[in-house]
């Protein structure tokens, strides 16, 4: 099978044990990945080819990420070199979580890295099936707790096992990897800006307020969306996360990180000293300064 130079490359990551291999199987349709009920069966990061309903994609089968107390042995570390590596390969991260343990700071940690990277994000929770509603209202409550940053991915619960919950789990894949390789052009996105502006201006610094007059777009995977204009160096990280929500509102961007920086333009004449008045320039100068001192005494 000849695949496309450009589809999305797909990383399942998250703790030992939660059923990443299992998953990859079952989105396969067949045992391509050997998953024992031992944590920590894959060493090494796999990658596997497949297309679904004519589209193609590459599946990263990766290590289990375990806290560095844990990481003794040198394959050990070598696993968890190969499944950062395998992250920043990859266009989208589908993190594992297990249903039935709680959301861990190794899940944190793994999210973390995840956004760090800037990657696009699906969040599956698995091993559904086995719970009570008592249990699965707990866990929703973890999530909202502790990975409240990741609220821009969407969410699944799934049986990878049985198979349920899997539906829309590459059209969630899909959404993601468009959101993150978005094209944004600069009238729209200045456009945005503007409305967003002229919503809720930016605070003052010091005496003056920031002016923002355009906005580009200066990357993808992560969208990287870039403000020009003058005192940009006084917004505050409250005003930055507020055009970043407006921005994801306003292109539908689910499903990926977006950043804003700012770039401040070039004063020419910063440093300079004006250069002297002609004599002409001068009496005109010098008449303006006898009306006004006889108008406003």
């Known amino acids: 099978m000849v695949f496309e130079s450009k589809h999305p490359k797909i990383a399942i990551v998250g703790r030992p044990n939660v059923g990443k291999s299992t998953l990859i199987n079952t989105l396969l349709g067949e045992e391509r990945v050997i998953a024992f009920d031992q944590p920590g069966t894959t060493r090494d990061s796999i990658y596997i080819d497949f297309a679904h309903k004519d589209k193609h994609y590459t599946l990263i089968d990766t290590a289990g990420?375990?806290?560095?107390?844990?990481?003794?042995?040198?394959?050990e570390k070598f696993s968890v070199i190969?499944?950062?590596?395998?992250?920043e390969d990859a266009n989208v991260a589908v993190l594992i979580l297990d249903a039935k343990n709680e959301i861990s700071d190794r899940d944190a940690h793994i999210a973390g890295f995840?956004?760090?990277t800037g990657r696009a994000l699906v969040i599956a929770v698995n091993k559904w099936d086995g719970l009570d509603e008592y249990q699965r209202d707990t866990i929703k409550r973890e999530l909202a707790r502790k990975l409240a940053f990741l609220s821009f991915a969407q969410l699944h619960y799934i049986s990878a096992l049985h198979g349920s919950g899997?539906?829309?789990l590459l059209p969630s894949i899909d959404q993601a990897y468009?959101?993150?390789?978005?094209?944004l052009s600069t009238p729209?996105?200045?456009?945005?800006?503007i409305a967003a502006i002229e919503k809720h201006p930016p605070p003052r610094g010091g005496m003056s307020r920031p002016k923002m007059r355009y906005a580009h777009q200066g990357g993808s995977n992560p969208p990287l969306i870039i403000v020009h204009g003058t005192m940009l160096n006084h917004?505050?990280?409250t005003y930055r996360r507020y055009l970043e929500n407006t921005f994801r509102e306003v292109f539908k961007l689910k499903g990926t990180p977006l950043r804003v920086d700012f770039k401040v333009g070039h004063n020419p004449y910063a440093g300079k000293k004006p250069a002297p008045l002609t004599e002409a320039e001068a009496r005109q100068a010098h008449g303006r300064r006898r009306r006004n001192r006889k108008k406003y005494g």
Do not use: C, S, W, Y
């Open 178 to 183: 468009a959101a993150a390789m978005a094209d």
């Open 235 to 237: 917004v505050p990280e």
């Open 114 to 116: 995840i956004l760090e």
């Open 188 to 193: 729209k996105l200045t456009r945005a800006l």
């Open 82 to 87: 190969k499944t950062l590596q395998a992250i």
């Open 166 to 168: 899997m539906k829309n």
């Open 65 to 75: 990420l375990r806290r560095r107390g844990h990481v003794f042995e040198t394959i």
